[in-house]
């Protein structure tokens, strides 16, 4: 029996994945990826890219602001030809990794990890590093252990910034080939900052090997906006690190 174009396109859908962050939207359209810092304009870069998708899609999307999200449901009213999956449905569906033992977690960091086992078998770790750095883990049943989540790099320039008289002005991007002790201000702020973060990670990686797997040879997939800046430290220690640069949006893929 001869399939029709609509059979093909129920097999084979149009796909938007959707990552909604703190400082900007991701977008991945089938395989192009695209992404909008939150400027005056993103907003319409966000409705120029869509005026021009004339097929149908289907689209699933991670937020982890709900100020952004609530703007681009509002865009997305205006597409009938795209059809909107909530995470919570997406999640629900899936059976790659079972979420059932762990409370609040995010959705980011679910769709991480599923981006995670679409590049290799479980057991694996993942470190997002954005607004907040999460690490996580799912063990080789595919059971989600839990993770951690702290203060991303410029998350705590800022609060040192906005909590201090003397600690103003502060700019990371200059050192970032650099680490040593700080010869002024600047330097030490940003050695001190670049220092608990690189830590932070090791040790609750070590941790997680440790006291979860009960091993070392877990693979680590590292991605968001400071993980290139961070990766070229993290790897002195020989870890076994896999710099994937949209892992949630790989997640949301996988799933639709």
Known sequence: MMETQSDINLINPNKIAIDIGNSRIKLAINDEYYSFEYDENWKSSLVNLLESLNENFILAYSSVNSIYESDFLDIMINYSNIDIIKPKDLIKNQKLIKFGNIQGMGYDRMFGLIGAISYDEPALITVDCGTAITVNAVD????CKGGAIFAGLYTQIKALANNTDNLKNITLNEYEHSFGIGKNTNEAMTMGVLGSTIGGIQYLIE???LNEFHRKNIPVFITGG??????????EKKEIYHYKE???LDGIMTLL
């Open 246 to 248: 949209n892992l949630v």
């Open 207 to 209: 941790k997680i090997k």
């Open 140 to 143: 080789d049943n595919g059971i």
């Open 226 to 235: 400071y993980s290139k800046l961070l990766l070229n430290y993290l790897t």
